[in-house]
């Protein structure tokens, strides 16, 4: 005979905060906002605004695990800024030791890699993060700006493309956390391209082939060679970037003038449009994982921004209200 219990189910939990891990299809009662919630998930990935950046800018660097823990460091125009986020706000926190814009970087939030960029002109100098402060290290073997990066910390990373084109526009190096050694060459020569993963499974997709040539070409870096796989749907480079080998959002970057709104999502497979951007943006900052991405900084036309859009994709975690008047 079933119980009381199994007709009737449990009462309905009382917090004074949401809980920090509810599962699919609780409900529980908020006593501080007076209201009920139940846990479901996202059945399409948006976009939402997030924090300002202290210090607006473009061409700059981004490391970071997900939309709530980021780091935002150089830029253009010039500046050695560095700040944390989150999940609401900015905060700066101790500066590069070397002023620059169009640099790549790789990383965490407490443990990242600044590379290359422009002081001008290009630099090689290498920077790592510790959570705390900047520390120089070993100089990349090539000097360039605009080259993308890829790595899980400040210990192991990848840099690739860069500019000017074509000399540095294909090498590869991969970092062991002491110095840099060169690997294979990209298939496309070209900077400014998204990128994606850690230093043995990278992803690089667009950039620029020569000034102004937008390009969709996509590689896969497997640790010892890059691979042409299928392209973006819209070609573009000053692209932001969040994601792995196999699962990756790509999101903004240019042409036309004023930057796209166009965002992208990699299967491993194939390419997929999905929500936009909002506003239009190029040259900016990106960081966090396919379903929960940092959009930061970038160009809007000739204007130079400091907003932010946080990314939650499909299947993601997601508190719901529910409305009782």
Known sequence: MATYKQIQGTAVQNYTNDPANPVEGQLWYND??????????????????????????????????????????????????????????????????????????????????????ETPPPTAATESWNGTSWTSVADLNSARSIAQGAGADNTTALAFGGSPLPVTGALTEKWNGTSWTEVADLNSARNSMGCAGISTAALG?????????????????????????????????????????????????????????????????????????????????????????????GLLSTSTLSTSQEWTGAGSPLTKTITTS
Do not use: H
């Not at 667009?206 to 937008?214: E, K, L, Q, V």
């Not at 042409?255 to 299967?267: A, I, K, M, R």
């Open 32 to 117: 501080t906002a007076n209201s009920f919630k139940y846990s479901s998930v996202t059945t399409s990935g948006s976009w939402a605004t997030g924090g300002n950046l202290n210090t607006g800018r473009f061409y700059l660097a981004g490391a970071g695990a997900s939309n709530s823990s980021a780091l935002a460091f150089g830029g253009r125009p010039y500046t050695a800024a560095t700040e944390s986020y989150d999940g609401t706000s900015w905060t700066e926190v101790n500066d590069l030791n070397t002023t620059r814009g169009q640099l790549g970087g790789a990383g965490t939030q407490t443990s990242a890699l600044a590379f290359g960029g």
């Open 205 to 297: 997709a667009g950039g620029d082939t020569i000034p102004g040539a937008a390009t969709a070409v996509t590689e896969q870096w497997n640790d010892t060679s890059w691979t042409e796989v299928a392209d973006l749907n819209t070609a573009r480079f000053g692209i932001g970037g969040a994601g792995l080998y196999t699962s990756a959002l790509f999101f903004g970057g240019a042409p036309p003038p004023t930057g796209l709104t166009v965002t992208e999502e990699w299967n491993g497979t194939s390419w997929t449009e999905v929500a936009d951007l909002s506003p239009a943006r190029k040259y900016l900052g990106g960081a966090g994982t396919q379903s929960s991405a940092l959009a930061f900084g």
